[in-house]
């Protein structure tokens, strides 16, 4: 799983970046399965050759996402099984970004891994980064408690919950500022980062085709590549509380501009996806276009 997981690292924009967004959204609406032809059709569509596909494809099987499987004659990929349930939490995550109140409740994890197992903490670290954590020491992570699950769920697949206690509390206290604080647990900048060039790429791009008429070819180009830098934002913000923010963060704006750019685009880019795969499917993840709510 955590070599699925590595594909993190992939930079948005980028053909490898771009082919596992396609396979995220529509290949489990497609049963599973989509042909090497109409995955080169639908790269080819945001204007990406098809030398270039065929080597993210290899890419994207090294990591262990997908593997070849040929139906009725017609060579395809398949998602292996482990990567289904990963990619339903990954739609809880990219379509319902959730945020914390004053009053929500926080998760401690501490940990302490025998010295023969580095790696592993080089690898509980790297993945307690990647789902929203902050580090108040290098043993000691902090994260809102609604990541609880995902918290257990790293430390069982690396096999190390017999060195990690995990606490749910309170607010923290800290000398000072909680403020203060969180910003130096969490990269702020970076995250920052993330949500401002997801307005910057996408917001004028949604802005001009929003009353436009356009076909499900483009459609399909300006939401895969929208969702394609947004799929990275909630996962390194972890939704901290307003207060403990400063006072212009961008992360209402962004999750705004998902919600505008999925509802105004995601059925024709569905739609495109069907007319090149010769399989009607429905819109995936239709049930998340629905006003955002702190959660």
């Not at 025998?114 to 580090?135: D, K, M, S």
């Not at 509380?241 to 212009?248: M, V, Y």
Request: charged share 25%; aromatic share 8%; net charge negative.
């Amino acid at each position: 799983m955590s070599e699925i997981l590595d594909d993190m690292d992939s930079r948005p924009g980028s053909t490898t970046s771009l082919l596992r967004t396609i396979v995220g959204i529509y290949v489990r609406e497609l049963g599973g399965w989509v042909s090497v032809a109409d995955l080169l059709e639908l790269m080819d569509a945001l204007g990406v050759p098809d030398p270039r596909t065929r080597t993210a494809i290899v890419r994207v099987k090294k990591k262990g996402l997908l593997v070849p499987e040929t139906r009725d004659r017609v060579a395809g990929y398949r998602l292996v099984d482990e990567a289904v349930p990963m990619l339903a939490r990954g739609d809880r995550r990219v379509y319902y970004p959730r945020s914390m109140s004053a009053d929500s409740a926080w998760c401690l994890v501490s940990f302490s891994i025998p010295e023969e197992n580095r790696h592993l903490r080089h690898q509980l670290r790297r993945r307690l980064h990647w789902i929203g954590c902050g580090t108040v020491s290098p043993a000691l992570w902090i994260c809102p408690a609604y990541l609880l699950e995902e918290v257990e769920e790293i430390l069982a697949e690396l096999e190390v919950r017999e060195h990690a206690t995990v606490f749910v509390t309170e607010r923290p206290r800290v000398a000072g500022p909680l403020a203060a604080a969180v910003a130096q647990w969490w990269d702020l900048d970076e995250i920052r980062g993330h949500h401002e060039q997801f307005l910057t790429e996408h917001g004028p791009d949604g802005a001009r085709a929003m009353d436009a008429v356009i076909s499900p070819l483009e459609a399909f180009s300006i939401y895969i590549r929208s969702i394609d830098t947004w799929r990275i934002v909630p996962y390194i913000d972890p939704g901290l509380p307003a207060d403990l923010l400063p006072p212009d963060w961008p992360g209402d704006d962004s999750s705004a501009l998902l919600h505008t750019l999925r509802a105004r685009f995601s059925g024709l880019a569905t739609d495109f996806v069907s007319q090149v795969t010769g399989t009607r499917i429905d819109n995936p993840g239709r049930d998340a276009i629905r006003p955002l709510s702190s959660m």
